[in-house]
C-alpha cells in the first residue's frame, strides 16, 4: 500500500556575498551535508548587510521541506 509523503519542515538563513541565488545554494548545500530526502524550499524573508553604502552580503531565511522515512 502507497502512503501520501510526509514532510518535516525546518526553517535555514543562508548567507553569501554574491548573490541571493547563492545565499539560497549555501543554505541548501550544508543542510545535505546533514539532511537527507530534501524536496523543496521556500524563499519566507530576504535581507541583506550594508558595508560603506554597498550591498556587504545577502540574506535568506528559507523554510525547508525533507521526506520522513517511513517504518
Do not use: C
Not at 539560497?24 to 545535505?32: E, F, M, Q, T, V
Amino acid at each position: 500500500m502507497m502512503s501520501g509523503h510526509v514532510y518535516k519542515v525546518v526553517e535555514l538563513v543562508g548567507s553569501s556575498p554574491d548573490t541571493i541565488e547563492a545565499a539560497i545554494g549555501s543554505a541548501l548545500s550544508r543542510a545535505s551535508d546533514s539532511v537527507h530526502a530534501i524536496r523543496w524550499f521556500e524563499v519566507v524573508n530576504t535581507r541583506g548587510h550594508v558595508v560603506n553604502g554597498q550591498v556587504g552580503h545577502y540574506q535568506v531565511t528559507l523554510k525547508v521541506g525533507f521526506t520522513i522515512d517511513e517504518t
